[in-house]
C-alpha cells in the first residue's frame, strides 16, 4: 500500500510539474441555423465548453525542446478540459449577424426564417481571436500565438418560434507560432493545423433559452521537421442565454 501511495504522489508530481507545452481548441463553433432576424437583434450566452487540449511540446527544457512522439497527447488530457464559454451575436439585416465567439466573424441565413418553425440554415466565416497559450517551467517559458479562420454551415428544424435541433459542420485553420525561452537561448517553431467540428446541437426556450451541443472533432497538427500528427477527440456545450 505504501509503494502505491509513493508511485501514486510521483505520477501526480510529474503530472503537475510537467514540462510540456499544449494548446485548448474549441470543441464547438457555438453556431445555430438562425439569425437574430433584425437590426441589432441578437442573442448572448454564458456556459461550460468541453475544449480539446493538443500538447504540441513534450518537453519545453530540453535542447533542443522535444516535439511531440508517436500519439500527439499528454497526460493532461486525461482530464476533461472544460472551461467558460460565451458568445454574442447581433443582428445587422433580416439575413445577417455579426457573432463572437473564438471567432469573430459573420452568419448568414440562407434558408428558412429565423424565429419561425421549419428547415433552416446559416453559412458562417470568421477569423480566430485569443487564441494561444502560455507555459512557464522554472527559467523556461513557452508562448503560442495562433492565427486562422474558420467557416461551415448549420442546418436544422424548429419545432416551434423557438425550439429547434440541428447540425453544424465547419473547420479551422491557421498558423501557431510558438517562442520557446531558455536561460542561454531562444528556439521558434512555425506550426500548421486543420481542426474540424460536426456538432450535433438542440435549443429550447424562447427569450431565455437552454443550448446542449456533443461534437466530435478531428485536428491535423503539422510541424516542418516532424511531420504531422492527427488526434479525434469528443467535444460539447452546455450554455444559458438570452434573446432579444
Known amino acids: 500500500m505504501r509503494i502505491f501511495l509513493s508511485s ?16 485548448i481548441l474549441p470543441g464547438s463553433f457555438q453556431q445555430r441555423p438562425e439569425v437574430g432576424g433584425r437590426l441589432l437583434g441578437g442573442s448572448a450566452s454564458l456556459g461550460l465548453q ?18 511531440f512522439t508517436t500519439n500527439g497527447v ?25 457573432y463572437y465567439t473564438s471567432a469573430v466573424g459573420a452568419r448568414f441565413q440562407v434558408l428558412g426564417l429565423s ?7 446559416t453559412i458562417f466565416a ?10 512557464t517551467n522554472g527559467t523556461t517559458t513557452a508562448n503560442t500565438k495562433i492565427t486562422g479562420t474558420e467557416y461551415g454551415f448549420s442546418i436544422g428544424y424548429g419545432f416551434s418560434k423557438s425550439d429547434l435541433i440541428y447540425i453544424t459542420a465547419g473547420m479551422q485553420d491557421g498558423d501557431a507560432k510558438t517562442e520557446i525561452i531558455q536561460t542561454a537561448q531562444t528556439f521558434n517553431y512555425d506550426d500548421n493545423f486543420e481542426h474540424s467540428i460536426l456538432t450535433l ?37 452546455v450554455s444559458l442565454g438570452f434573446r432579444w
Do not use: Y
Open 8 to 23: 501514486l504522489v510521483l505520477f501526480l508530481s510529474l503530472f503537475f510539474l510537467g514540462c510540456s507545452h499544449s494548446v
Open 50 to 67: 468541453r475544449t480539446n487540449e493538443i500538447e504540441i511540446f513534450d518537453d519545453i527544457t530540453t535542447n533542443p525542446p522535444t516535439r
Open 74 to 98: 499528454g497526460l493532461v488530457e486525461v482530464f476533461l478540459p472544460i472551461i467558460p464559454s460565451s458568445s454574442l451575436n447581433l443582428g445587422l439585416t433580416s439575413f445577417m449577424d455579426l
Open 115 to 121: 424565429g419561425q418553425p421549419g428547415w433552416k440554415s
Open 126 to 135: 470568421g477569423g480566430l481571436v485569443n487564441s494561444g497559450s502560455d507555459t
Open 201 to 237: 446541437g438542440a435549443t429550447l426556450g424562447e427569450n431565455f433559452f437552454i443550448n446542449t451541443e456533443i461534437s466530435v472533432t478531428k485536428t491535423k497538427w503539422e510541424t516542418l521537421a516532424n511531420g504531422s500528427e492527427t488526434t479525434d477527440k469528443t467535444g460539447g456545450l
